[in-house]
Nanobody, 119 residues
Framework: QLQAYGGGLVQAGDSLRLSCVASGRTFRNYSMGWFRQAPGKEREFVAAIDWSGKKYADSVKGRFTISRDNAKNTVYLQMNNLKPEDTADYYC????????????????WGQGTLVTVSS
């Protein structure tokens, strides 16, 4: 199971950190990611972290940072310089492999945590 939290209402330019805690003993062997879904839009990839490094959507490069703490079974998404267009439900996701694979959907999803950025 994945439990995400940390969303909230912020102003443009503010920062926010999302966290996602995973259950299980083999967290370090899983690649982890974040997606988001804005109202009326499809869910989109935001960032992922695996044994090869970190991957980001172009829209968040330079502003968002994904990281993980394997001792805490937690993946984070640090979001800086937030913009109104970042408003969305954010979902953490997990793949049962050490490398992230864009060719198929994640194996597990957490519930969404809402981020609202006002202008």
């Amino acid at each position: 199971q994945l439990q995400a939290y940390g969303g909230g209402l912020v102003q443009a330019g503010d920062s926010l950190r999302l966290s996602c805690v995973a259950s299980g003993r083999t967290f370090r062997n899983y690649s982890m990611g974040w997606f988001r879904q804005a109202p009326g839009k499809e869910r989109e990839f935001v960032a992922a972290i695996d044994w090869s490094g970190k991957k980001y959507a172009d829209s968040v490069k330079g502003r968002f940072t994904i990281s993980r703490d394997n001792a805490k079974n937690t993946v984070y998404l640090q979001m800086n310089n937030l913009k109104p267009e970042d408003t969305a439900d954010y979902y953490c996701a997990q793949r049962g492999t050490i490398f992230w694979d864009f060719r198929s959907p994640p194996d597990n999803w957490g519930q969404g945590t809402l981020v609202t950025v006002s202008s």
